[in-house]
């Protein structure tokens, strides 16, 4: 059993190293309450992360009715037994003082407490007004990435199918909206391509802007214990801030924040200029070889080192890396998703791997990474406004496959056009056309950019706002209604990791007070409204959550996210398994295209491609003609520079990120001791040169200013690049003394009062790493500022 010292100093524990091509090692973590033995557990209830995207395995321990901590499972493929720090000491926020328990709904202009009927009549009311006032457009949902999949899927139903708006879109969009595009514009469809398991058989592995130690703790446990076992693989590290993977890295490239693109290109002529490419892999399942060819040709090291200010020697070295490797794995993650050109970016890192045929064979893949515990059913349930099971708008077939499925007519399920992303779905709040937002388990009113703007949006009058969640968040303090939510270890359901693993979670306490599932709170809703299919039979015909797990078996029978040889009880007792799970591959399938591209042919692909600069969407006739037997597509695309860049009045370049000891907006994490222990507060970090040339010291508090508004943060001087300044996004107003955020006019502490409204053209994310920032001095430290966190855990996340 491992200390709190032990797992918060040394988040990744001891190694237990191995060799290349052989299994990884298992070894049990543990955490248990204070005073609690393992002999004083009563239950071990299967389940598996919450507050990450990596999936990893555990068992619930329960004693007289409460969580007292948990265990790695073993024999589960992901982690075999392990966890990481936000594993071992966030279920504590379960059991927190101020979780909601009663619905709250708003009485002259303030939140009191009420039952579940009036709370629900008022928001089913309102529905049912502004359908027959304004139509179905006037109401919008926003969810997140962290329910199971089986509420997604209701979700879903109930507002594309039962309200019939456009209008439905997860926090996802935020995080890894730019993984399922990146993956549509190559391989015409979304799921990620590779395994972890080809962490175990790799010669190579690059992480693309994926500060893997700190938002994947156990992915990099298993990457530690290759790199200390026998021919361990060699790495490439593209962050421009020095993070624990950086220290391990054979080459660390450190570009300019928003100059992605023209180092991946430069690393692609490389690659042609030296035949380091499998011209028959490209032949077979490739179109578009010779456009990225002539694209990247003028693209030399000389050239991006000019504009990255990154040493060519470093872009040549890194290149011969990856032209040379055997066994190929990437990652991508927030530090490319979330910058300039973010699924430009993406798609030339797939390119990399189409060109050198590193696909569908072991430690052959790609990983385009999720930030979220169950993003990946976000996406294939259709919770942020794509059909669900991956199924193309702009087919008629997929969307009349969809509607007999739900039993309805296909002019009842919105397409015409592409969903409404988040962004969008707040300007359409803002300009009045949407009067009802449902808020599901997220926290834009310290997650969204420019949150001054968000607030404004959120606190209209005429905008009616539902908010279903655990606490009295920031945005929930602006809501009408606010619905208490059970969460994991309150609930059972599925969820599905980013490699694609699905893993069973099991209810193993009872909620607070009256909280409900989410599923539970869906349900309810779509009977209120009695939602009806064309035969007049209740639309929703599910009521648990088993039941609702074999309604979406049957959406997605025969498509690339096939469930159908799942089964709750295929998943107790074991590992997880991962999809595509059928019949004829009961056992799951570990890696995609072993042979050929699967699902990009036009009559199966999810997507027809958008343009990569402007994000217009491919016709059909268009696809058909580029790619009429459905191979993968190499899309080129040239470097432009950023929108927003540094100037006399802001000469840094804000970037947001990530630390290893909180999750999201710390609603859970803030509240698990050790780790709001270990990471308090905000704080800003630039180089020793860039505070040197302002007179700033550590633990100096200072102004951090963009176009849009302003925060204070503790100094930290670290090894990031000269011009950089770096701020942790999971810092809101909730623990502050007032309890929400200071006036306007006062400088906050959440890092989105400073970052621009702006998105990638192609899928929509926001880009947190692209502001124009300038630094002042508020007051010099009184004293070094104490902190938990030492040197090996302060590089966060990209």
Known sequence: MNSSADRIEDPWGERTPYASGTRWPARTDTRLAEGVTEEDVERWVQSASLLHSNGDAMDIAVRQGRIVGVRGRECDRVNRGRLGPKDLYGWQANHSPDRLTRPLVRENGRLVQSDWDTAMDRITSRTGALLDESGPGSVGFYTTGQLFLEEYYTLTVLARAGIGTHHLDGNTRLCTATAAEALKESFGCDGQPGSYEDVDHADTIALFGHNVAETQTVLWMRILDRLEGSDPPRLICVDPR??????????????????????????????????????????????????????????????????????????????????????????????????????????????????????????????????????????????????????????????????????????????????????????????????????????????????????????????????????????????DVVLPAATWGEKTGTFTNTDRTVHLSEKAVEPPGEARSDLGIFLDFAA???????????????????????????????????????????LRGGSGVQWPCTADTPDGTARLYTDGITFAHPDRCESYGKDLVTGATVDPVEYRSLNPDGKAVIKAVGYLPPHEDSSAEYPLQLITGRTVYHFHTRTKTGRAPELDAAAPDVWAEISPAEAARQGLSDGDLIRVDTARGAIRARLRTTAVRDGVVFVPFHYGYWDTPAGHRPPDDTPGRAANETTITDWDPVSKQPLFKTAAARVTLVARRAAHPGTAETDATTGSGT
């Open 242 to 479: 020095f993070t624990p993977v950086a220290r391990r890295a054979d080459v660390h490239l450190a570009p300019r924040p928003g100059t992605n693109v023209a180092l991946l290109n430069a690393l692609l002529h490389e690659l042609v200029r030296t035949g380091r490419i499998d011209r028959g892999h490209i032949e077979a399942h490739t179109v578009g070889f010779d456009e990225l060819a002539a694209r990247v040709e003028p693209c030399t090291p000389r050239w991006a080192a000019e504009i990255c200010d990154v040493p060519a020697a470093q872009i040549e070295r890194a290149a011969e890396i990856l032209g040379g490797a055997r066994r190929l794995l990437s990652t991508v993650l927030q530090g490319v998703y979330q910058s300039h050109q973010a699924t430009a970016a993406a798609v030339q890192v797939n390119n990399l791997h189409l060109i050198r045929g590193m696909l569908g064979r072991p430690g052959c893949g790609v990983l385009q990474m999720n930030g979220q515990p169950s993003a990946e059913n976000t996406r294939e349930c259709g919770a942020n406004g794509d059909l669900p099971g991956f199924r193309n708008w702009q087919n008629d077939h997929h969307v009349a496959e969809l509607a007999e499925v739900w039993n309805v007519e296909p002019e009842r399920i919105p397409h015409y056009g592409p969903p409404t992303h988040a962004m969008q779905i707040l300007r359409y709040a803002e300009q009045g056309s949407i009067r009802m937002l449902w808020i599901t388990g997220t926290n834009p009113a310290v997650s969204l950019p420019e949150l001054s703007r968000i607030r404004a949006i959120l606190a209209q009058e005429r905008l009616f706002v539902v908010v279903q969640d655990l606490f009295l968040t920031e945005t929930a303090q602006l809501a």
């Open 528 to 570: 209120r409204m009695d939602f009806r299919d064309k035969d007049g039979a209740p639309l929703i015909g599910w009521h648990d959550p088993e039941t609702a797990f074999a309604a979406w078996q049957r959406c997605s029978a025969g498509r690339p996210c096939d469930y159908t040889g799942l089964s709750y009880d295929r």
